[in-house]
Structures are given as C-alpha cells and as structure tokens.
C-alpha cells in the first residue's frame, strides 16, 4: 500500500471514527520526544503532521498524535501512560524498571485503547521497517507483533484484518 493520508481519512470516516487534519501547520519535529527511540519511521512522522484528531466514535479508542506528544497533562491517559504504570508497579525493583525502560525506549506508542481494559499498539523503533506490536494489561512488555510496518498496520485496518 502506498501511504495515503486521505485513505485513511476515509477509513476513519467509514469506521466512524472522528478526525480531524491539520489546515496548516508550522510543527517542529525535533521537539517531540523521540530522543530515546533508534529509528521512527517516516510514515508516522508525516501522520503526526497531517493528522490532528482520531478518535473512534465510542472515544475508547485514539491515536496519540502531535499535540498528545507534546502535552504535559497530568490528568487522562497520557502517551506514555503504561510505562509509567509499569513503573510504578514495579515497586522500585531496579532491574524490573531496568527491563520496562528497555521495553519502552524500543517501543513507541501510537494508539491507546480501553475499550477492553488498557491497550495499546507501537512501533518496533528497532526494526528495519518499524514492526507494529499490540499489547494489554496486565503485562503491557509482552506484547505481540501485528504488522511489519506502519504502512502494513493501516492497510490491516483498512482491510478489516487490524482491529483497534
């Protein structure tokens, strides 16, 4: 598939699912908070430019998107919601927080889903072509593998073989 914003802008809408695009925007990439990630792939990079919202209808499903990256809330889920639930359920066992930090700076999130208790998918930033992994409480680093890329990820969707 090649990577086309506005297929899967009807995607959302025939899933209907909200969302909302960017008209024009000025963002600076380089403040993300990518830093501890090897390799994030530029088809996610370009979505975070041209997506602003998506949300499933039910709002129990979303794609963290730029100004979920950049925000400092303390309240709701915030991108990095399970690592910081991780951590604090390892109860400052070092070589726990050791493996979770590990998991986490291979692993970046992109949706969160509660629709069936916590559960999220990210990028592999380790792989050659960013592998999609889903994974779920009560274990949030024993995820699984979905698709090979983020490309491969939205086709699943828009094929009905990913659901989210």
Known sequence: MIFNMKKIAEWFVEAGWSNQVYDDIDINMSDLPFSRYVKVPISFMNYLKFFRIAESSDSK????????????????????????????????????ISEIRDFWDRYLPFVISV????????????????????GCEPEFENATEVAE??????????????FI
């Open 149 to 162: 890329s983020f490309e491969d990820f939205f086709d699943g969707l828009i094929q009905g073989n990913i």
């Open 115 to 134: 629709r069936n208790g916590y559960e999220y998918w990210a990028i592999d930033t380790h792989s050659v072509e960013g592998t999609i992994v889903n």
């Open 61 to 96: 499903s979303w794609f963290i998107l730029y100004d979920d990256f950049m925000s400092n809330q303390e309240s709701g889920l915030r991108w990095n919601e399970f690592e910081i639930i991780s951590f604090d359920s390892a109860e400052g066992d070092e070589e726990w």
